[in-house]
Nanobody, 119 residues
């Protein structure tokens, strides 16, 4: 059973920084793309940043230049460094991990962590 444990959310003033972590556990995992999404009430869950197992990164336009995604494959962990936070970054942040099992890609989601940015 694969588990994703997120940490690092909280409340911060505009201009501040937070670092989110998401650790995957549950055996010998073949992890491909890892990503962070965010969701505000009444809206869709939107991708914030992603990183492939080859290290290729992609960012939503709203966070480019402020957020950095990284991964530590030895720890099966993905990080999101968030700098120069804005009130509009307030959301529940979810990590998503794509696990390869034979020909199948299994998608796993974290439980979500609240990020609140005050003005």
């Amino acid at each position: 059973q694969v588990q994703l444990v997120e940490s690092g959310g909280g409340m911060v003033q505009a201009g501040g920084s937070l670092r989110l972590s998401c650790a995957a556990s549950g055996g010998d995992l073949d992890i491909k793309t890892m990503a962070w999404y965010r969701q505000v009430p009444g809206s869709t869950r939107d991708v914030v940043a992603s990183i492939t197992n080859g290290g290729t990164t992609n960012y939503a336009d709203a966070v480019k230049g402020r957020f950095t995604i990284s991964r530590d494959d030895a720890k099966n962990t993905v990080y999101l460094q968030m700098n120069r936070l804005k009130p509009e970054d307030t959301a529940v942040y979810y990590c998503k991990v794509d696990e390869q099992r034979s020909i199948w890609t299994i998608i796993h989601w974290g439980q979500g962590t609240q990020v609140t940015v005050s003005s």
